[in-house]
């Protein structure tokens, strides 16, 4: 996702499948049924459509999620409560916090791919996300993406190993 969907605090990691929702501005209904429909380990991903006058996910709905065993939101729009939300370690992703409220009169949309971050996420892909930003795996590649990520993280180790003995990265990649 683009780099305008931030870690409400620092310090968060999560890893699951999208459970997705779509919402209008001011409204978070859509929110509430996708909590209510969730399985544990889902993180929620919000089409906020990018606003920032209103924050549709506040500590109820972080509550909410916990309860259910939701592992985090990666929502395009604002937050409210971070400070509640902060204390509670739940794991938010957004585009920062705003105090305005909202209504559940739209009901808005869940289990449908929904654009958020500048990326189409469809439910069931794997999402991961942590200080650095969110990342988005589509469901029909994750097996080789997870497969590819082993194949680097062993190469990298090689490479921190080779540091430790002295070795500089000019040696390592043959630049010197």
Do not use: W
């Not at 924050?55 to 909410?64: C, E, K, R, T, V």
């Not at 409220?101 to 996300?129: Q, R, Y």
């Not at 194949?151 to 090689?158: S, Y």
């Amino acid at each position: 996702m683009n780099s305008s969907i931030r870690p409400l605090y620092r310090g968060m990691k999560i890893a699951g499948r999208a459970k997705t929702a779509k919402i209008k501005p001011a409204e978070n209904a859509a929110i509430h049924r996708a909590v209510h429909t969730a399985e544990p380990g889902d993180i929620l991903v919000v089409d906020g459509g990018g606003d920032k006058n209103f924050g549709p996910f506040g500590d109820i709905l972080a509550l909410a999620c916990q309860n259910k065993g939701v592992c985090g939101i990666v929502i395009d729009s604002t937050v409210r409560d971070s400070a509640d939300i902060r204390e509670m370690r739940f794991p938010v992703f957004c585009l920062g916090a705003n105090p305005t409220a909202t209504g559940k009169l739209d009901p808005g949309s869940i289990d449908l791919a929904v654009f958020c971050g500048g990326v189409c996420v469809a439910p069931g892909d794997f999402i991961a996300a942590d200080d650095d930003g969110v990342v988005v795996v589509p469901q029909a590649i994750a097996a080789y993406v997870l497969e590819q990520v082993r194949v680097v993280a062993k190469r990298e180790e090689v490479i921190k190993a080779r540091l430790a003995k002295g070795e500089t990265t000019a040696e390592i990649f043959q630049l010197a």
